[in-house]
């Protein structure tokens, strides 16, 4: 199957982001249409991964059901035929969105991202590495990479256009979108990702870390965007776990392993453009994103059965 690299359909582009092209439908409903666009380093590859974007759009369909009644959300449909119902001049244009278009309510979006930390890994294990500490303040003395935190961290982070995203405090948050939300932010998302521990755990798989998007509709905070995906979350194999070393996970590894292997050959320098991806680190890294979607829903992500 060949990947969808960018979408061209009769609506007003609002954005394009490194997965995503985001359409105004009109002054309510937004269409988001996850690509098979693939980043890694912050640099957006040439080449495309086959099922990621019905990954994307599927996995956090599905989650959202899962929350259904306990966390409010931007979800209308991710099913073609009735996107196209609403909007007929999408009709010429359903096999592109078939899997991977979702119809969502727009919202005011906070300009934070809410990050929960269940094990300390990536950014974080590299600040407590250096200095002890996770956005400045203090951890625990004597944590060892990929340990998990009891109880979980909430640290949001800016959302920045360009680069890395800044681990930030709370009373940083605080101070951005008021006292009040940033209670109900950090009381969601550990709500969400309780629920979706309790979900994936037995499932085999450990969800490390995760963040989530929240804005406001019609007064109410409601969760934006993808939920619990490979892209938005850190996943591991439980069978694997061990501290002290970082982990197997569920995602684009196999992409970052092949990057860093160039890197350090001195064949790429980590800017743009990227080293052509060899298709064997293009499939596994199309396997790994449908293993997860497989080990989390029970069911094989079959496009043909998606409307």
């Known amino acids: 199957m060949t ?24 002054a309510d409903r937004l269409l988001i249409v996850a690509t098979d666009r693939v980043s890694a380093f912050d640099v957006v590859m040439r080449e495309t991964v086959p099922y990621k974007g019905a990954v994307l759009t599927q996995l956090t369909a599905w989650w959202l059901a899962q929350l259904e009644g306990e966390v409010p959300h931007h979800m209308i449909s991710v099913n073609a035929d009735d996107i196209v119902r609403d909007v007929p001049a999408l009709d010429v244009h359903r096999e ?52 998990r935190l009891e109880p979980p961290i ?24 008021g006292a009040d939300a940033a209670r109900e932010l950090e009381h969601l998302t550990r709500a969400v990702y309780a629920h979706g ?30 939920v619990l995906t490979p892209d938005s979350s850190r996943f591991w194999p439980a069978d694997d776990y061990a501290p002290g070393r970082s982990q197997p996970s569920f995602d684009k590894q196999p992409l970052r392993d092949y990057l860093d292997a160039e890197r350090l050959a001195g064949r790429w320098s980590g800017d743009y453009p990227p080293p052509t991806l060899p298709d064997a680190v293009v499939n596994a890294t199309s396997i790994r994103y449908r293993d997860a979607f497989r080990r989390i829903t029970g069911s094989d992500l079959d496009m043909a059965d998606l409307t």
Not at 211 to 222: L, M
């Open 3 to 26: 990947g969808v690299a960018t979408t061209s359909l009769p609506l007003t582009v609002l954005r394009r982001g490194k997965v995503r092209d985001v359409y105004e439908v009109d």
């Open 96 to 147: 592109v969105l078939r899997g991977r278009a979702m119809l969502a309510w727009r919202a005011e979006v906070f300009p934070v991202e809410c990050v929960i930390r269940g094990y300390i890994a990536g950014s974080a294990w590299k600040e407590y590495r250096a200095d002890g500490t996770l956005a400045g303040e203090p951890l625990r003395p004597g944590l060892r990479e990929s340990e």
């Open 154 to 177: 909430f640290s949001p982070a800016t959302k920045a256009a360009s680069g890395h995203d800044e681990n930030i405090t709370v009373e940083h948050m605080a101070r951005v979108v």
């Open 197 to 226: 521990r309790m979900i994936a755990e037995p499932r085999g798989i450990i969800i490390a870390d995760t963040k989530f998007e929240f804005g406001v509709r019609d007064g109410r905070i409601i969760i934006v965007d993808e």
